[in-house]
C-alpha cells in the first residue's frame, strides 16, 4: 500500500519546535511528510531542520519561480491537512479568507474533500479573543476538525488555555483520520413538514440532535457519512455529504434515490409524518371558525428501505419512539417495528423520559426483541451504533 501524504504547516508560535518530534514521528510511522512553513514560522525553526527530518525541500513563499501553483498542486498531493501550531493570526485570516501568503492561499484553494486538522496555540487572551473565538467557530462549521488546545503553563509565563495539544495526541488523531473508511453510511434525521397549504404545514418536536450526534461520532470513527437532515434539523459538524428534505414525499424520494448507491448501513432516526393532507394551492383565508383538514395516511417508509437497498446485507437500524406506554406495550411496539422493517436494530425511546427534561434521556437497542444494549444519552447512544457497526460491518 502507498504512504499516507500528509501536509503538514507550521505558523510562527513559540510551540513551533514541539513540532519537530511529531514530524520525526509521523516519518518513522512511515508517512511521507511535505513540510509548509509560514515566514514567521521560519524564526523560530529553521528551514534545515524541518527538511532534514522530512527529507523534502520546505515550502514557504507564495512566489516561488518554478513552483508557482504550489498553493493548488499541495492540496491535490495530500491526503490529509494538518496545520500546527497554528497561530490567531493564522486562524483569523483563515477564517475570514484572507490569502496574503502560501498557508491561507492553500487554505482557499482546499475543497474539504480531505481532512483538515488544525492544532491552535497561543497565548490564552489570545486564543479567548472574541475575533479569535469566532474564527474557529466559523472554520469548525466548514469541516476543519480543529484539535483542542488544552490548559497549563504558557510559555508567556501566564495559566489557562491555549496550549498545543501534546505531540503524541496529535498523531493519534491524524493515525484516527487516515485509518481507510469502514463503510458508507446513511442517516435520516430531524421531522418531515407536510404542507397544508403554501405558507403552512404540520410537522412534529424532531429537532434531529440525536441523528447529529450519531453522524459526527461515525464521522470521527472513519465512516463516509452521508447525512439526509430536514431543513431544520441539527446538522453534523464533522465533514459529510449534507442532502435536505422537507416533506414525506421529498424524504421518500430521496431515499429511493440515494439507495440505488451503494451503502453499508442506514441509520433511520428522521421522525417521519405518518399522515399527510392534501396540499392547497396559496394561502387557505383565515375568517372561518373551523377549518377541517383531512390526513391521509402515509406508508412507513422505514419498511421498505431494505427492498430499495441495492446491498442486500444493509445494515438497518429503525428508530420507535414510545410514548409512556408499559413495558409490555414498548416492547409489542419494538418487536412490530423490527418485523415490519427487518431491521437489525431497532433503538427505543420513550416520550415521558424527555417531555419534562432537559435534552438527555436513555436510549434501549433490540435485536429481534431482545436487549442489546443501553444507552445513557445521546452521544452515548452514538458510540454504541458506532461499536455495533465495526463489529457488524468490517471492512
Ligand atoms: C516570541 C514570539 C512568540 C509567539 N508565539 C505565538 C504563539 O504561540 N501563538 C500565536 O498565535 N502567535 C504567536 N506570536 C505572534 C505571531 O508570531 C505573529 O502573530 C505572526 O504574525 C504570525 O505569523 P504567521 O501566522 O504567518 O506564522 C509570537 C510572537 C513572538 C515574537
Same mark, same amino acid.
Given at each position: 500500500?502507498?504512504?499516507?501524504?500528509?501536509?503538514?504547516?507550521?505558523?510562527?508560535?513559540?510551540?513551533?519546535?514541539?513540532?519537530?518530534?511529531?514530524?520525526?514521528?509521523?516519518?518513522?510511522?512511515?508517512?511521507?511528510?511535505?513540510?509548509?512553513?509560514?515566514?514567521?514560522?521560519?524564526?523560530?525553526?529553521?528551514?534545515?531542520?524541518?527538511?532534514?527530518?522530512?527529507?523534502?525541500?520546505?515550502?514557504?513563499?507564495?512566489?516561488?519561480?518554478?513552483?508557482?501553483?504550489?498553493?493548488?498542486?499541495?492540496?491535490?498531493?495530500?491526503? &490529509?491537512?494538518?496545520?500546527?501550531?497554528?497561530?490567531?493570526?493564522?486562524?483569523?485570516?483563515?477564517?475570514?479568507?484572507?490569502?496574503?501568503?502560501?498557508?491561507?492561499?492553500?487554505?482557499?484553494?482546499?475543497?474539504?474533500?480531505?481532512?483538515?486538522?488544525?492544532?491552535?496555540?497561543?497565548?490564552?487572551?489570545?486564543?479567548?479573543?472574541?475575533?479569535?473565538?469566532?474564527? &474557529?467557530?466559523?472554520?469548525?462549521?466548514?469541516?476543519?476538525?480543529?484539535?483542542?488546545?488544552?490548559?497549563?503553563?504558557?510559555?508567556?509565563?501566564?495559566?489557562?488555555?491555549?496550549?498545543?495539544?501534546?505531540?503524541?495526541?496529535?498523531?493519534?488523531?491524524?493515525?484516527?483520520?487516515?485509518?481507510?473508511?469502514?463503510?458508507?453510511?446513511?442517516?435520516?434525521?430531524?421531522?418531515?413538514?407536510?404542507?397544508?397549504?403554501?405558507?403552512?404545514?404540520?410537522?412534529?418536536?424532531?429537532?434531529?440532535?440525536?441523528?447529529?450526534?450519531?453522524?459526527?461520532?461515525?464521522?470521527?470513527?472513519?465512516?463516509?457519512?452521508?447525512? &439526509?437532515?430536514?431543513?431544520?434539523?441539527?446538522?453534523?459538524?464533522?465533514?459529510?455529504?449534507?442532502?435536505?428534505?422537507?416533506?414525506?414525499?421529498?424524504?421518500?424520494?430521496?431515499?429511493?434515490?440515494?439507495?440505488?448507491?451503494?451503502?453499508?448501513?442506514?441509520?433511520?432516526?428522521?421522525?417521519?409524518?405518518?399522515?399527510?393532507?392534501?396540499?392547497?394551492?396559496?394561502?387557505?383565508?383565515?375568517?372561518?371558525?373551523?377549518?377541517?383538514?383531512?390526513?391521509?395516511?402515509?406508508?412507513?417508509?422505514?419498511?421498505?428501505?431494505?427492498?430499495?437497498?441495492?446491498?442486500?446485507?444493509?445494515?438497518?437500524?429503525?428508530?420507535?419512539?414510545?410514548?409512556?406506554?408499559?413495558?409490555?406495550?414498548?416492547?409489542?411496539?419494538?418487536?412490530?417495528?423490527?418485523?415490519?422493517?427487518?431491521?437489525?436494530?431497532?433503538?427505543?425511546?420513550?416520550?415521558?423520559?424527555?417531555?419534562?427534561?432537559?435534552?438527555?434521556?436513555?436510549?434501549?437497542?433490540?435485536?429481534?426483541?431482545?436487549?442489546?444494549?443501553?444507552?445513557?444519552?445521546?452521544?452515548?447512544?452514538?458510540?454504541?451504533?458506532?461499536?455495533?457497526?465495526?463489529?457488524?460491518?468490517?471492512?
Amino acid at each position: 500500500m502507498s504512504k499516507s501524504k500528509i501536509l503538514l504547516q507550521v505558523t510562527g508560535s513559540i510551540a513551533a519546535y514541539k513540532v519537530c518530534e511529531l514530524l520525526s514521528t509521523l516519518v518513522k510511522a512511515d508517512y511521507e511528510v511535505k513540510v509548509v512553513a509560514s515566514e514567521n514560522a521560519l524564526r523560530f525553526v529553521g528551514a534545515a531542520t524541518w527538511e532534514g527530518l522530512s527529507g523534502s525541500p520546505v515550502y514557504s513563499d507564495l512566489w516561488q519561480q518554478g513552483r508557482m501553483m504550489d498553493h493548488i498542486e499541495l492540496n491535490r498531493w495530500a491526503d &490529509l491537512i494538518l496545520v500546527v501550531p497554528a497561530t490567531a493570526s493564522y486562524i483569523n485570516r483563515a477564517a475570514s479568507g484572507t490569502g496574503g501568503d502560501l498557508l491561507t492561499t492553500l487554505f482557499l484553494a482546499h475543497d474539504f474533500k480531505k481532512p483538515f486538522l488544525l492544532a491552535p496555540a497561543m497565548n490564552q487572551a489570545m486564543y479567548q479573543h472574541p475575533v479569535t473565538h469566532k474564527s &474557529l467557530s466559523l472554520l469548525r462549521e466548514m469541516g476543519v476538525e480543529i484539535l483542542d488546545p488544552e490548559n497549563g503553563n504558557l510559555a508567556c509565563g501566564e495559566i489557562g488555555p491555549g496550549r498545543l495539544m501534546e505531540p503524541e495526541n496529535i498523531f493519534a488523531r491524524i493515525q484516527a483520520r487516515l485509518q481507510p473508511r469502514h463503510s458508507r453510511v446513511l442517516i435520516t434525521s430531524g421531522g418531515t413538514v407536510e404542507p397544508i397549504d403554501d405558507v403552512r404545514g404540520i410537522t412534529n418536536i424532531s429537532t434531529g440532535v440525536t441523528g447529529a450526534t450519531i453522524a459526527d461520532q461515525l464521522i470521527r470513527d472513519g465512516f463516509d457519512v452521508t447525512y &439526509l437532515g430536514a431543513k431544520t434539523a441539527a446538522k453534523p459538524t464533522g465533514p459529510c455529504r449534507l442532502l435536505n428534505f422537507s416533506s414525506f414525499k421529498d424524504l421518500q424520494m430521496l431515499l429511493q434515490n440515494e439507495l440505488q448507491e451503494k451503502y453499508s448501513a442506514v441509520i433511520h432516526a428522521a421522525a417521519v409524518s405518518d399522515y399527510s393532507p392534501t396540499p392547497l394551492n396559496g394561502k387557505i383565508p383565515s375568517q372561518s371558525e373551523h377549518l377541517n383538514i383531512e390526513l391521509q395516511k402515509n406508508p412507513k417508509l422505514v419498511n421498505q428501505l431494505r427492498g430499495w437497498s441495492i446491498n442486500k446485507d444493509l445494515r438497518l437500524i429503525a428508530f420507535k419512539l414510545t410514548s409512556s406506554d408499559s413495558a409490555q406495550h414498548r416492547l409489542a411496539a419494538v418487536d412490530t417495528l423490527g418485523k415490519n422493517s427487518t431491521a437489525d436494530l431497532v433503538i427505543q425511546n420513550d416520550f415521558s423520559d424527555f417531555k419534562n427534561g432537559g435534552p438527555e434521556h436513555p436510549f434501549a437497542a433490540y435485536r429481534n426483541s431482545q436487549s442489546v444494549f443501553a444507552a445513557k444519552n445521546k452521544a452515548d447512544l452514538a458510540q454504541k451504533i458506532s461499536h455495533y457497526l465495526v463489529k457488524e460491518s468490517p471492512l
